[in-house]
């Protein structure tokens, strides 16, 4: 694990794949996507996951193309972005999964 993280490329796809799930994860609630990009990808797309696909595979692209050119700090700053991006994610399923949870206990306290 550890020389998937000292390669910037391993770890932007890492971090791709996670979005991918996160982001899967958080349509399966209902809950809607917030990137505009994305969400025309899957509204014009014949799936959810079609579209997501599709960025996913442009995103991957992109930062071949910006590891080629030799640019890893802006790889490094992208791979802090979407490492963000995913903790934002998770936190915001595991926010809405508490949520009836969280309601049950109000009601029943109330």
């Given at each position: ?87 934002w994610n ?21």
């Amino acid at each position: 694990m550890l020389r998937v993280a000292a390669h910037p490329l391993a770890l932007y796809g890492y971090l791709q794949l996670l979005d991918l799930l996160t982001t899967l994860a958080f349509l399966s609630y209902g809950l809607t996507e917030a990137n505009p990009l994305v969400r025309w990808a899957i509204a014009n797309s014949g799936s959810a996951i079609s579209g997501l696909l599709a960025v996913k595979l442009l995103a991957l692209m992109l930062g071949a193309l910006v590891w080629r050119m030799g640019r890893l700090r802006v790889l490094w700053l992208a791979n802090l972005l979407f490492a963000a991006l995913v903790v934002w994610n998770v936190v915001a399923l595991i926010l809405h999964a508490q949520k009836p949870a969280l309601s049950q206990v109000l009601v029943s306290t109330g």
